[in-house]
């Protein structure tokens, strides 16, 4: 029966990387928000960080993954991590090519759990920033959206051209406005250096560099039931030791280092004398066979919280502040950037977001763009908006609805029509109106809930006069506005989420808590 682990594992595996996948890469706009709650439930940061937000049932499927490592060890690294399935990938594609072989490699334990205690105290300080950045799904997500999924619109741009040529039109053309330098070089660079890593040593990256990986490792020394060497049936002929991409079997000594073994079952596939088995053990905690120690030195715990502390404390208030446009030569400065309508607040966005890019992927106006330095360097790589590449659409809430861990939580379309999420200012000496002596009105035209309205002013021309209380900062008119460079009408954001007031009422400056699920 244990022959038939690997075949389970792999089918599972490769039906949660599909699924995963086409989150990312959906292209219709469709399929992502009908299954991304369901596909996403036991990803373990988000899960995690929605639990922390609402303590919810919707929410436990990191403590699924926790039980189950807590019974048959890191289930999670092979059969639900979509990077980790991604490194199988290139290490089947490998063997594919050249007969590989693997061998028992000593742990590097300093590291991994060294970075692990450094997530966890940047964490428990409020700073994700080591989180999301190390986080496989995200990383994962980031990779599909800003490297894959351009060649997948490419792909179905030379489709839909070709079609046109014979008069069919079956095919439409697809834009995309996500080309983010930053975000798209560190996407790359992981990109490198996972199939560098899985390429070359299997699941180096997984046992290392993951924190995720490393704390599951850590509960795994308590699984109930733990792959071990039959010593009455084993002959040490090495063959487990040779596919075991994690490096953990050591056939010589007959002992399996399982806080880094993966559960990838290839042991059990190929081992000829049944010499593997899922041994219930409860008591053993590591195995002194093995000769191995946890290698935590409190100078290594030390020298990495001190690299923490001046690596990124000290860059966490480096903030690239935004020039938006000018007025009499002097520089409009946008001092925050917006963000997305369900994030409640900056503040909520930066404690809750890991930067996986689904939002941005699914975004269908692009106005969600991955940000540099706009929230500090602690926030690198968080969704703002960005009024230049597209505006919120007035009837869309698809953000509020794939986000993973609830940083923009769920809100109805006729909520999100009141959420504020920023002010529109208006730049008297950069219109064309005023400049120019030209007739337009884009802006008005454009704005969803009418807080920029027309005005008449000299030579029978009107201008636009904005009532801020009813605007919501979608962005539409500063998207639409003309003038190049410098726009006339921009947004200035709300760090704070507020609630816009309904046309020819009052305002209402007081904050409002009209809901249980969303409060502002």
């Given at each position: 029966m244990l022959s038939y682990l690997k075949k389970f594992r792999v089918v599972t595996s490769v039906l949660f990387l599909l699924f995963t996948s086409l989150l990312f890469l959906d292209v219709t706009g469709t399929i992502t928000n009908e299954i991304s709650e369901e596909v996403l439930f036991l990803q373990f940061i988000p899960s995690f960080l929605k639990f922390i937000d609402i303590a919810t049932i919707a929410a436990i499927g990191f403590l699924i993954i926790i039980i189950i490592t807590l019974l048959y060890g890191r289930v999670y690294c092979s059969t639900i991590c979509p990077l980790g399935i991604f490194q199988d990938l290139i290490i089947y594609y490998k063997r594919k090519r050249e007969k590989i072989k693997f061998s028992f490699q000593p742990h590097f334990n300093w590291v991994r759990y060294s970075i692990l205690v450094v997530t966890i105290t940047a964490f428990l300080f409020g700073n994700l920033f080591l989180l999301y950045t190390l986080d496989p799904y995200s990383n994962y997500g980031r990779i599909l959206t800003h490297l894959v999924k351009p060649l997948v619109i490419g792909i179905n741009n030379v489709i839909s051209y070709l079609l046109e040529i014979i008069n069919n039109y079956s095919v439409a053309p697809l834009s995309f406005n996500n080309i983010n330098i930053f975000t798209l070089s560190f996407s790359l660079i992981i990109l490198i250096i996972v199939f560098l890593f899985s390429y070359n040593s299997g699941r180096f990256f997984c046992n290392t560099l993951c924190p995720v990986g490393s704390l599951l490792g850590f509960l795994s020394k308590f699984s109930l039931f733990k792959i071990a060497v039959n010593k009455e049936t084993c002959v040490r002929c090495g063959v487990c030791e040779t596919v075991c991409k994690a490096e953990c079997i050591d056939s010589k000594k007959e002992v399996v280092d399982f806080t880094r073994c993966v559960s990838c079952f290839n042991c059990f596939a190929v081992c000829p004398?049944?010499?593997?088995?899922?041994?219930?053990?409860?008591?053993?905690?590591?195995?002194?066979?093995?000769?191995?120690?946890?290698?935590?030195?409190?100078?290594?715990?030390?020298?990495?919280?001190?690299?923490?502390?001046?690596?990124?404390?000290?860059?966490?208030?480096?903030?690239?502040?935004?020039?938006v446009y000018k007025k009499n030569k002097i520089p409009v400065i946008r001092p925050n950037p917006i963000s997305p309508p369900g994030s409640i607040s900056i503040g909520h966005l930066s404690d809750y977001c890991t930067a996986c890019h689904l939002c941005v992927s699914a975004c269908p106006t692009h106005v969600l763009q991955p940000s540099f330095l706009e929230y500090g360097f602690t926030g690198m790589m968080l969704p703002m908006m960005n009024n230049k590449l597209g505006f919120c659409d007035y009837e869309c809430t698809i953000c509020t609805d794939v986000c993973p861990t609830d940083a923009i939580k769920v809100i109805d379309v006729e909520t999100k029509k009141r959420v504020q999420i920023g002010k529109a200012k208006f730049i008297k000496d950069n219109c064309i109106v005023y400049t120019q002596g030209t007739a337009c009105g884009a802006c008005s035209e454009h704005c969803p809930t009418k807080a920029v309205t027309m005005i008449p002013i000299e030579n029978n021309l009107q201008a636009p006069e904005v009532k801020e209380e009813i605007c919501i900062g979608c962005g539409a008119c500063e998207f639409a506005c003309p003038t190049i460079p410098y726009k006339a009408i921009f947004v200035e954001s709300n760090p704070l989420h507020l609630i816009a007031e309904e046309p020819k009422k009052e305002i209402i400056d007081e904050q409002i808590d009209y809901s249980d699920d969303f409060p502002f």
């Open positions: 004398t049944h010499g593997l088995k899922y041994e219930f053990q409860p008591s053993k905690i590591w195995n002194k066979e093995n000769g191995e120690k946890e290698d935590l030195e409190r100078r290594s715990f030390l020298a990495s919280i001190f690299a923490y502390t001046i690596g990124l404390t000290g860059f966490s208030y480096a903030q690239d502040k935004i020039e």
